[in-house]
């Protein structure tokens, strides 16, 4: 299909004898055979050639060759041969008449033929060839035209000569194709010729065969030579992974490398893994047999079957029945091969192989086997029928899967509505006691919880309440006294509902605890020296009140920030008994809903003709205790 150097010269041989001495690589030369003289060659534009009438071109003959020159690149090369007619003019035999025979060079005529090509889409180039001619000695003469990188020439191209006086092309070559070239194995430097390669290794312990590349390469996977390489249909992006899952190679498998870089680069393909035996039972893992039934067109029985694996196999198929037995007896008559020609691939990847054995009954529920020469490997037997009771399995599978997601679903539904309520029933008890008053007391000890009690303070101010707490109201006990600040903040618990909050310590369970003690005993004591001790002793002489009245814990309870409070050996004093108590901060929200539930009571009631009958500080001196409980609330209240 081409030529290089030598071949060159045969192929202008036929045209000069002397055209083997030809070694210029230029734009274009020019031979010419005997009887031309002074030949020249010049570039001319297509559009209005002035043509000789002394010469016309008969016959056009052209060759395209690759023109290679020690280490330099390569370069296409057009070869175009010209077959010339001759023709005396009137000028030339006018001169003839006037002249003797010894004036040779009124013999000699001028003339010149442009020879054009054109390779689409590219414009057409013309070459002008001009020599000197005998007309009376040479009838027929013979150019050969040597362009060096011709316009638009490439590997593949299809190129048209002609003469400038035709207007069509009468010659047409075809370049050759970059396989072509490159498939010589020449040692020329073709940079074209250059694909990237790719080596593998297998990792079974990792279970992936490592892909090593040379430099920036894409790589395409494909199952037999000339299988479909992956490529995805909606994005088409080439596969690019440096690794393989080893499940899903076998020896069938080959690789596609070419340049990323070019535009249209050329490919090489390997098959790396051709006798690599243990690779083998990838395909058998991947191998699928489907039966089926249909009928024919004259209503006869035939069973279908498919078979699919990674790679074309070669075997036999053929049906077998039941007998009763543990064995498939062979129908005879009916076998069928796999060849290597018979094979499609579906979109998968995946080759498949269909079949049919006509006129079966299917009444015998017959069975398909499958017998690999690869391996001396029998597979089967495949029963159409065992396919149906498959599709009944798979559907009770289906339907257990929707009970399980139905079950699930009321699950999530039952935790989602308990969550909704809880959180609904936390919101009303917000809201349902805003107006609520709290009236919070320290205990003696409050320097070494100072902190804990204003926050408990703060916090249930933000949470809508009115709050009043002790330490807050310095002030205002100095100027009023503890006592009846006290109780005036008892009268906004009776007038907005709401409870008094007594937050206890371990020294102020024991306090009481002795305080309760010698009020029973008639004793004084000795009253605690702190700032918060009347208000304190006052709160216990209420809360005995209201035990002794029936009314247990309407208007007080207790809460603690200690833990271990609750666990004080003998427990809560006898005074405490009846009173909710409350650990923070596990029980904050506990604590609140009571409050507000208390304050939504209180509330309520105050809308009604009879109120609640108040244990105040008057009832507490007065009619609440007996006389030895009066005596000992008295004197800790005058201290």
């Known amino acids: ?154 590997f593949g191209s299809i190129v048209y000569v002609y003469p400038s006086k035709e207007m069509h092309p009468i010659g047409e070559v075809v370049a050759p194709s970059l396989n072509e070239v490159c498939s010589q194995n020449l040692q020329i430097s073709i940079k074209e010729c250059y694909v990237p390669t790719v080596s593998s290794v297998i990792n079974q312990k990792g279970n992936q065969v490592e892909l090593i590349f040379a430099r920036r390469t894409q790589v395409c996977l494909q199952y037999e030579e000339d299988g479909r390489c992956q490529v995805s249909v909606a994005q088409q992006t080439i596969w690019k992974r440096k690794t393989i899952p080893l499940y899903s190679v076998t020896p069938c498998l080959c690789l596609q490398v070419w340049d990323d870089d070019d535009d249209k680069p050329r490919r090489s393909l390997s098959c790396p893994f051709k006798k690599t035996g243990f690779l083998q039972k990838n395909i058998w893992q991947n191998l699928t047999v489907s039966v089926g039934q249909g009928r024919m067109n004259d209503k006869g029985q035939m069973l279908l079957w498919n078979f699919s694996a990674p790679c074309r196999l070669e075997g036999e198929v053929w049906p077998c029945g039941w007998n009763g037995g543990h064995q498939c007896t062979e129908i005879e008559g009916f076998r069928q091969q796999l060849e290597n020609t018979t094979w499609e691939q579906n979109r998968k990847n995946q080759w498949v192989r269909l079949g049919v054995f006509e006129y079966i009954n299917l009444q015998l529920s017959p ?24 599709r009944w399995n798979l559907l009770a599978v289906a339907g257990l899967l929707v009970i399980t997601l139905t079950a699930l679903m009321l699950c999530l539904l039952h935790n989602f509505v308990k969550k909704l309520a809880s959180r609904s029933f936390q919101r009303g008890c917000m809201q349902i006691g805003r107006k609520g008053h709290i009236v919070l007391l320290s205990p003696p000890d409050v320097r070494d919880g100072v902190s804990e009690v204003c926050g408990l303070g703060s916090f249930l101010k933000s949470q809508g309440f009115s709050v009043s707490v002790d330490q807050w109201s310095r002030m205002e006990q100095v100027k009023l006294g503890p006592l009846p600040w006290l109780h005036s903040q008892l009268l906004h618990v009776k007038n907005l509902g709401g409870r008094a909050v007594l937050v206890l310590t371990r020294k102020a ?68 008994h009846g009173l909710h108590l409350f650990r923070l901060p596990s029980q904050m929200k506990t604590l609140l809903c009571e409050l507000a539930r208390e304050g939504k009571r209180k509330a309520e009631c105050r809308k009604t003709k009879n109120g609640w009958k108040w244990v105040t500080l008057d009832h507490c001196w007065e009619n609440s205790f007996s006389t030895q409980t009066s005596s000992k609330c008295s004197s800790e209240i005058l201290k």
Not at 553 to 560: A, K
């Open 1 to 154: 299909m081409f030529l290089f150097r030598w071949p060159s010269c045969c192929f202008l041989l036929a045209f000069h004898n002397t055209a083997c001495g030809w070694v210029e690589y230029d734009d274009s030369e020019i031979i010419c055979s005997q009887g031309l003289s002074e030949c020249t060659v010049a570039a001319e534009l297509p559009l209005g050639i002035l043509e000789s009438d002394a010469a016309d071109v008969r016959k056009v003959t052209a060759k395209v060759e690759l023109c290679c020159k020690d280490t330099a690149a390569c370069k296409f090369c057009l070869l175009i041969g010209a077959e010339l007619a001759i023709h005396v003019t009137e000028d030339v035999a006018k001169r003839l008449q006037s002249s003797s025979d010894t004036e040779m060079d009124a013999t000699m005529s001028i003339a010149s033929v442009t020879l054009c090509y054109k390779t689409p889409p590219t414009f057409p180039a013309c070459k002008k060839v001009a020599f000197k001619v005998n007309p009376t000695k040479q009838k027929v003469a013979n150019v050969s035209l040597v362009i060096t990188n011709p316009s638009g020439v490439t």
């Open 367 to 390: 069975c398909v086997m499958v017998h690999l020469k690869r391996g001396n490997l029998q597979l089967g037997p495949f029963c159409y029928r065992q396919t149906a009771r498959w």
């Open 509 to 576: 369970l024991g306090l009481a605890n002795e305080w309760h003690r010698e009020a029973l005993d008639g004793g004084d004591g000795n009253a605690p020296q702190s700032p918060y001790s009347d208000v304190f002793m006052a709160s216990l002489c209420l809360i005995l009140g209201d035990k002794q009245l029936g009314r247990t814990g309407e208007r007080f309870l207790l809460v603690t920030f200690d833990h271990d409070v609750v666990q004080t050996p003998g427990g809560l004093p006898e005074l405490f």
